[in-house]
Every structure is written in C-alpha cells, then in structure tokens.
C-alpha cells in the first residue's frame, strides 16, 4: 500500500511517540524503500544488525511490520505495515470503547492485548495486573463505600425481576480479591469480535496474500478445467474465498446466545448500565451511579461461577481486530448523529437497533476504497425486528415522555406521560409498573419504539429506514448513504467554517445541480454578484470548488468561452484527507516540540525516584508546571483525536 | 513613500522617524503590521470522554515506554566508545554521569525481546529473527544454508555477525540465569542491570558499521589500533578494505 507523504510521516511520528525512534527509522526506510530483504534494510537504515533484528522482531509482534518469506529464493522481505501503525492513535478511543461497554476489567483485559500486540491467552493468564478485579490502588477506597450501599442494590435487582444473585452488595469484597474473570472476559470481547485469531496471513502484506490466494486458487483442480470468461470469474471468486478463509480469525461464532454475544443480556436487563435513564436514577438515590460499576462486575464473576466455566483454549493466540472497532466506532458516530436531533430516549433506541446490527457486521464496508460518488450503491444492514429491540431496550427506559400521547386511554401511558424533572409524584408508580409486566406493555413498547425509529427515518439523515413484511415491521440501516452523508456534512461544516454560510450555501447549490454556469448559478442561489465571485474564488483557491472550461470554437476565447462552476465531493474528500493527515502530524511534532522546551524539566518529573511521588519531590510550582503541561499535551492529543474522528469519516465508513 | 506625498502634508520626510516628537520615549520597535488580522481559532474543551480518551491514550503510551521495546537511537554519554557517532553527540553540560543521574531515566538503543518473561509465537516470525526471539535457539544445519543464501550481499559481515550472536546469545544466557533469580529485587538492582545493558549495547553500537559504509575509505581511527584488529588480515583480504591497505 502506498501512503501518501503526509500519511506515512504521521505513522512514522505516531510508532516514534509510542515506541521511540528505531522503530521510526526501521518503519520509515521501510516505507520508503518498499519492501526489503533484511541486508537492504540495513543499507538503507544504516543501522547494526543487531538493532535491526531486536527491532523488527519488536515490531513484528506489535504487527508494525509484515514479512513474507518467498519461497523461490528463500529470502524474507520486510514491509511497513501503515494500517497498523495509524490506528495507534485510535488506541484511546478503543479502550474508552470497550470500558463503556464491557467495563473497566474488559478495558484492562484489551489495553493489555494492545500492550503485547499479539498474544496467547497461556501467557494473558499469568500477568499479575489482569489477575484481580480491582486495581490495587483504590483497593481500600471502594471498600470504604461499599457497605453503605449495601441495601440498595439487592432491592433495584429484585424489582427488576432479575435472577442475579441476592446477596450482591456482601460479596463486594472478595469480589475484590476474587480472581478476575478473564476467561469470561476474553469471550465477552471476542463475542463482540473486538478480538480475533492471530493467523499466519496476518503477518504478511495484503498484496502477498492475495497473490498467495491467487495462486492456490489457479492450482486447483477444478479452476484448471475451466476456460476463457468463466475461468476469470471463477478464479475472482474463489480467490476471494480463499483470502477469506485465511484472514479471518473471527471468534464470535459459538460464543453467541440468542444472536447476543456474552456478557451484554445481564448487563441491560439489570438496569445498572450507564444507559439507565436518568429518571431512574433519581427515582432510587444519587450514589446508584456509583455503585453501577461494582454490580458489573459482579456480573462477570457470577457468568464464570455459573453456567459457564469453559475456559478458552490457552493456546489460542489473539489480537485486537481494528475493523470491527471500526464498525462500533461508527455506530457511536451514528448516534451521536442521532442525539443532535432527537430526544435522548430516540438515541436510545436507535442504539439499541445499532448495536443489534453491530453483532453481525464485520467490517464498515466491503470495498478496499471508498467507492466514487454516484457509483455507489446502497447495501442495507441485516433488518432487525422490532420485538428484539423491545427485548434489549432498557426496560426503566422512558419511551413515551418525549412522544404525543398516543392513546390517552392507555394507563401506561398516562403514568409516564410527563418527564418527571422533580422525582417523588413518579417514583411510585414506577414500582407498580414493574409488576404488571404484562403482554399488553410489551405490544405498546414496540408500537413506541417503532414510533421513535419512524422519527429517525425522517429526513434529512434518514438514520434507519424499516421494511414491512408479513410478520411485522424490521427496522435496518442503509449505512453506505449515512457515510457519504457523514462525509458530505463534514464537509459542509469545513466551509461553513472556513468560509461563512454564503459559501455554504453556493456548496449545497452545486452538490444539488451539478455544473452551474455563473448566471444560473446566481439565479439559483439568490446572491448578489460580487459575493458570489468572491465567495467563488476563495473556494476556488481552497480547492473545494473548480471551473471547468467549454469553449465554443476552436479558438478559445475567453469571451466565447463557457465556464462552468462544479463540486466534486470525491476530490475534495480526498484532499482534505490529505490536509487533515497533514494537521494530526503537525500537532504531534508541536507535541514533540513542546516536550523539548521542557525537556530538562519532564526529565526530572521521569526520574526513578520522583515519579510516582511528585507531590513528595516537586514543589508546588513544579507541581503546577508539570499540571499545565499535562493539560496542554491533553488539548493537543485531543485535537489530533478530533482531526482522527474526520479521517474516520472520510476514510474508513 | 513619495516625497510629493509628504508635501501636501505639513511633515518634512522621514519625519515619523524623529525621536523628537517624544523625547525620551521609547521608540516604538513594535513590526509593522504586515498581515491582515488573523483570528486564531482556539480549540473547544476537551469534553469528558475525549478527556477519558486521551488519558487512555497516555496510558497505554506509558505502558510501551516503560515496556522493553522503547528504544532510542543515541543516547551519548561521555562512556562511549572513543570516535563512535553517540561520543561525538555527546553534550558536555549536561551529558556528564553525575550521582543524581543515578535515578534519571536510562533509555534503551536496543529493544529488549528476550528474558522479559513474553514468549514469542515462533511460527509468526521469520526464521532469520528466531536467534533474537529465542536465546537458545541453536540454528542446525538447514538453517545455516539458508543463512549463507541471505547473507551474499556481505559475506564478511554475515560471517561475522554470527559469531556476534552466539556470543552475545551465550553471554545472555548466562545473565538470564541471574535475572531470573533476581526478578523481584529492589529498583536499585534493576537500574543497575539496565546500566550495564546499555553500556553494552552502546559498545556495541555503530562503529564497525561505519567502517562498513564507507567501504574502503581512509579511516583515521584504525590509522594506529589496524594492526591488533581481530578481524584485521582476512577481513580486509577480501576485496573490502583494499582501500586501507594503501595507507600502510
């Protein structure tokens, strides 16, 4: 894969923040050079052999570099491997991901697998850091709190009409000390598919796999015979199939329940999920949210103790499988979407609906590339029926409050009609509901959610869209028009910015007709001459709009000459892909700078002795000196994070 | 600019450079203004999950730099070997050893990969990194064909470079044996081990390397110590160094 300049000088200024600068220089030449035998490398690096092999080893493991070993003349040729390296910065985001969802073990459990880049689970199992629950240090705070809480939870998990162990709060701490579940941990996250199968194909280039597959495939028998346009096709096919088999390691299959991966059922039926609305909080008390993350985990201990303490096999080796995170990072994008202009209860939904489809997408999209506007078609996700939603919705959830009334007849209805903002007057009818959990709330849920998905159908996003079949309505996701809308919007906000909402407005006329002569182009847009050219030209200049020359006779004259203004949305994604490469790799060599002009000082703060205690060996002022610092390098990370989430979108939706 | 500009007004040329319209003053060394006003567009907040991301981020950051696998390319000190690239770096304010360097961070130049208690999948790697990944790892007879396939471009390098590795793969066995008992001891006795490991790699850095690149230039170093060279007589026999023998 080629990278552009850009490109490949961020991915050699991430791998040098994160593993320092052999590894840059082995990942640069590598880049440069292509691939490379191993006395090429060091010609060209001019490093020892001995950094060499220690470090492309290192980078092996973390999967930074592919090899591939030709069998003709036996040599092993080296290759940068930028994927890898650019998603070293989407770390953070992947771990705030699963700590969101899975907990804060899970997060553990996967920053480790990052930290090790592959690893067999044997070697998981032995680590001293994933061995207990809790963290040693806030050992003794959360025992502090826990008894008070002691009560609360066992009524909130009995009112729930759950079968989650009575006596919770009281094993709280030996939780603690209990060893962790990592067994059922690892298969929660790879149910998920946030982890896969280390296979051989993995540590080669996707070029020497497909030529690999290419050639298994021709060898086959059945190919042989074949001739002409159908050998063409056949052999397309099957190489693709053999591609397939050799580079998915997915583990999800068998670890699924009911189409849920593990560990997510409990966690929704329980209502402690963060995603407990909040007037179900405050209908119990204010320290719920504390006591949320220990009941989770509580849940994980419980899963291993019960039904299931089949271990994973330890010889397994796994990795982090970044296309899938994609999927999911998508999916929060989706949502978010969804927030901007929806109830929060609609969100709710819609990621309820999401995360159902999630479980069964494997990758954002099928193509290598993005497909060019206009040739792309729409592919629907899996429709996904509205009684399964009802069933992962949270069942404290407030669907109606932000809806018209739709039967004023309904008790249900007229109980929750209004949002409670003060609590008291909706507290009790809250437990009634709980009793009567009858059939007919169940019909009028799924009338209310297929209400709040109806709302998100509407323009101008289209978030999901249903189909009608005989036995009821499913709900589905046309996720190759939202990530061309995602990517038309993050435009559109670009020169909004940029360039004031005239130019938007210009924009939104050309994407809507096309080639536009200035006449017309004025007509249109309702704008007065002179701030249409300007308008125009500073485009013109950024590069987001062109003008394309027609001339009338063979002469060219300007004056005969037809000039038509267009946008080609295509060109300017991946230009300003280009230009946002560009920013996140001057932000992290501001960051490298900005470390130099402190050096002396952070050296001191990295001292053996004074980190760890820098209230006991820093003055206040240093103390202050190394706070500000951290913030700053907070702000500057968090702008390169948000520049992340636009590449996201223009280059992996 | 022009004279006839100044003219009109009731200024003699030059006269906004006068100190004597404010005397005493402080003259005004401010630029002049040469482009227009630009806002500088500051970033938002960080909102509490970004905030939760970055910090993430750090950590796992932190992981790998206090991993085994950060390594930088000079570290100089005063230590290095005389005429190697990291003594010429070398920063005489602060570079010299003193006792509170003791505690200052020490940097690796060479990713530590075996004895860190990590056991590599084999079958992922290469056969030509398995001595690195595998410190006990003797290569038998096929792999030495394979080897002299790899190494034609420098036969002289290759040749010895594994002598290098079976040396050095011995001489961490033997200190892996000590490191094993040694793993839970104090700080002080890991910060010594990293010392000694440093300056051992240090030794080893780039100095036969240099040599290497510039084929058979004049190399002013080996002017006096060629002669007790190990590798002096066959390793220049062959074609390599032809141009030092001239010197001679």
Same mark, same amino acid.
């Given at each position: ?653 | ?195 000694? %490991? ?5 030794? #080893? +850095?780039? $100095?036969? !390397? =240099?040599?290497?690149?510039? &084929? @058979?230039?004049?190399?002013? %170093? ?5 002669? #007790? +060279?190990? $590798?002096? !007589? =066959?390793?220049?026999?062959? &074609? @390599?160094?032809?141009?030092? %023998?001239?010197?001679?």
């Amino acid at each position: 894969m080629t990278m552009s300049q850009y490109a490949a000088e961020l991915c050699a200024l991430l791998i040098e923040d994160q593993f320092g600068d052999l590894f840059a220089r082995i990942f640069t030449t590598l880049q440069r050079y292509e691939r490379l035998p191993l006395p090429r490398l060091k010609f060209y690096s001019r490093l020892t052999e001995r950094q060499l092999h220690h470090g492309l080893a290192a980078m092996i493991q973390h999967h930074l570099v592919f090899h591939f070993t030709s069998l003709e003349d036996g040599n092993t040729y080296y290759a940068a491997n930028p994927q890898a390296a650019y998603y070293l910065i989407r770390s953070g985001k992947i771990i705030h991901l699963v700590e969101s969802r899975l907990g804060e073990y899970a997060a553990r459990v996967m920053e480790t697998i990052l930290y090790l880049g592959h690893v067999p689970i044997k070697h998981l199992e032995t680590l001293p850091d994933l061995r207990y629950l809790a963290p040693a240090a806030p050992n003794g705070l959360v025992k502090e709190e826990e008894p008070e809480e002691e009560q609360e939870p066992q009524e909130l998990d009995t009112e729930a009409g759950e079968e989650t162990n009575g006596a919770n709060g009281d094993h709280a701490e030996e939780v603690l000390q209990k060893p962790a579940p990592l067994h059922s941990t690892l298969k929660a996250l790879a149910s998920h598919g946030y982890i896969i199968r280390v296979k051989d194909a993995h540590f080669q280039s996707p070029e020497d796999n497909y030529i690999e597959a290419h050639k298994a495939a021709s060898n086959r028998s059945d190919i042989k015979m074949l001739k002409g346009k159908r050998l063409t096709e056949e052999l397309l096919q099957k190489t693709e199939e053999i591609l397939r088999e050799r580079t998915d390691g997915d583990l999800s299959e068998g670890l699924m329940v009911n189409g849920l991966p593990r560990g997510v059922k409990r966690k929704i039926a329980n209502g402690t999920s963060e995603s407990a609305s909040k007037w179900h909080q405050t209908d119990h008390n204010g320290t719920n949210g504390n006591h949320a993350d220990d009941d989770e985990e509580n849940d994980w201990s419980e899963d291993e103790d019960g039904f299931d303490n089949i271990p994973m096999e330890p010889s397994l080796v796994l990795r982090v499988n970044y296309e899938k995170l994609d999927v999911a990072l998508r999916n929060a994008r989706f949502v978010e979407m969804a927030k901007d202009d929806a109830a929060p209860a609609t969100a709710e939904v819609y990621e309820t609906l999401l995360r159902r489809i999630e479980y069964v997408t494997k990758r954002c999209r099928d193509t290598s590339e993005i497909p060019r506007e206009g040739e792309e078609g729409e592919q629907f996700s899996i429709p996904i029926e509205t009684y399964k939603i009802v069933s992962d919705v949270d069942p404290h959830l407030d669907l109606s409050g932000c809806m018209g009334p739709l039967n004023p007849a309904s008790a249900s209805v007229n109980r929750r009609g209004k949002r409670p903002l003060e609590n008291g007057v909706n507290g009790d009818n809250h437990y009634e509901d709980e009793d009567e959990d009858t059939v007919d709330d169940d019909v009028s849920r799924a009338y209310e959610i297929n209400q709040h998905l109806q709302l998100l159908e509407q323009a101008p996003h289209n978030l999901a869209s249903h189909v009608r079949l005989s036995d009821g309505i499913k709900w589905r996701v046309g996720f190759r028009g939202l990530a061309r809308k995602l990517r038309h919007l993050e435009l559109e906000r670009l020169v909004e910015m940029r360039y004031g909402d005239v130019a938007l407005r210009v924009l939104r006329v050309l994407h809507a007709k096309g080639k536009l002569d200035e006449k017309r182009l004025q007509e249109i847009s309702l704008l007065p001459f002179k701030d249409l050219r300007q308008t125009l030209a500073s485009m013109q200049a950024g590069g987001f709009v062109d003008l394309q020359e027609v001339p009338k006779d063979a002469q060219r004259q300007p004056s005969k000459t037809i000039f038509l203004w267009y946008f080609d949305p295509d060109r300017v994604c991946s230009s300003v892909l280009e230009d946002t490469y560009k920013a996140m790799s001057r932000t992290l060599q501001r960051i490298k700078f900005e470390r130099n002009l402190r050096r002396d000082f952070l050296d001191k703060t990295e001292r053996s002795d004074v980190k760890g205690n820098e209230e006991r060996w820093l003055s206040e002022g240093e103390l202050e000196q190394l706070q500000r610092w951290r913030d700053m390098e907070a702000i500057l990370l968090g702008v390169v994070s948000r520049l992340d989430d636009m590449v996201a979108v223009f280059r992996d939706f | 600019m022009s004279r006839f500009g100044a003219k009109k007004g009731n200024r003699a040329p030059g006269a906004e450079f006068t100190w004597d319209a404010d005397p005493g003053g402080v003259p005004d060394t401010a630029p002049t203004p040469l482009y227009p006003a630009y806002v500088v567009p500051w970033a938002r907040k960080l909102s509490e999950k970004e905030q939760s991301e970055v910090n993430h981020y750090r950590h796992l950051r932190e992981r790998f730099h206090e991993g085994p696998y950060y390594s930088v390319l000079d570290t100089s000190s005063s230590s290095a070997k005389k005429g190697s690239a990291a003594r010429a770096n070398f920063d005489p304010f602060h570079g010299m050893p003193s006792y509170s360097g003791r505690y200052q961070k020490k940097r690796r130049t060479l990713p530590k990969i075996a004895n860190i208690g990590r056991e590599y999948e084999t079958r992922y790697f290469p056969r030509e990194l398995w001595p690195t990944i595998m410190p006990n790892f003797r290569p038998n007879a096929s792999i030495d064909g394979f080897h002299a396939q790899t190494a034609l471009a420098g036969m002289k390098r290759g040749f010895e470079d594994d002598e290098d590795e079976e040396d050095d793969t011995a001489k961490r066995r033997t200190a892996g044996a000590d490191e094993d008992e040694g793993e839970g001891d104090a700080d002080e006795g890991e910060l010594l081990e990293g010392d000694e %490991e440093a300056e051992e790699e240090i030794v #080893d +850095d780039d $100095f036969e !390397d =240099d040599e290497d690149d510039m &084929g @058979g230039d004049y190399n002013a %170093e080996q002017y006096f110590d060629g002669g #007790d +060279d190990e $590798f002096g !007589d =066959d390793g220049f026999g062959d &074609g @390599g160094g032809g141009g030092d %023998e001239d010197t001679y």
